[in-house]
């Protein structure tokens, strides 16, 4: 026989209340020590209702997750037209001094280039002196020579 039964049974055959609500608090005790967490389990509401709260954390949770990703995207956006600035800037900078540097780097290589080309000159201003001096003294000696063979000849002749 089941233990409804049995309880059942005992109930019926129970001389007046007092026995029956002895009978009664004796099988809620016994039902409590077969089963000793019968008040810990969960009803199939409680997981249901468990169910929907962590559903609603789950939505809330990617509701901050999304918006601290958005957030973090326009800071990171911010920051790097801050650093597209910054590097526009410096190449700008860096242009400028690198054409200042271009300038005075051709203005110093004109200068250079003038001054070789004015020693050039001087130089050929030299050789062009050498060479008339070296042509005079060539037709002097030349002269020279020229007379001292006329003077041995003439003298050679009898002449003088």
Do not use: C
């Not at 005992?10 to 001389?15: F, H, V």
């Not at 200068?111 to 002097?140: C, F, G």
């Amino acid at each position: 026989m089941s233990v409804a039964l049995q309880l059942y049974q005992q109930l019926r055959d129970a001389p007046d209340e007092d026995a029956r609500a002895k009978i009664i608090a004796t099988a809620f005790e016994q039902l409590e020590d077969r089963y000793p967490n019968l008040k810990n389990v969960a009803t199939h509401s409680d997981v249901r209702e468990s169910e929907l709260r962590l559903q609603k954390e789950i939505v809330e949770a990617e509701g901050r997750l999304r918006a601290e990703i958005k957030e973090l995207e326009g800071r990171l956006q911010a920051e790097m037209k801050e650093l597209e600035g910054r590097l526009q800037t410096e190449m700008k900078d860096l242009e400028i001094r690198l054409m200042t540097e271009m300038k005075e780097l051709e203005s110093r290589l004109q200068k250079q280039i003038k001054e070789v080309d004015y020693r050039i000159h001087q130089v050929e201003l030299k050789v062009a002196e050498t060479k008339s001096e070296l042509v005079r003294w060539v037709v002097s000696v030349g002269l020279l020579q020229t007379s001292l063979i006329v003077g041995v000849l003439l003298k050679v002749s009898g002449l003088i």
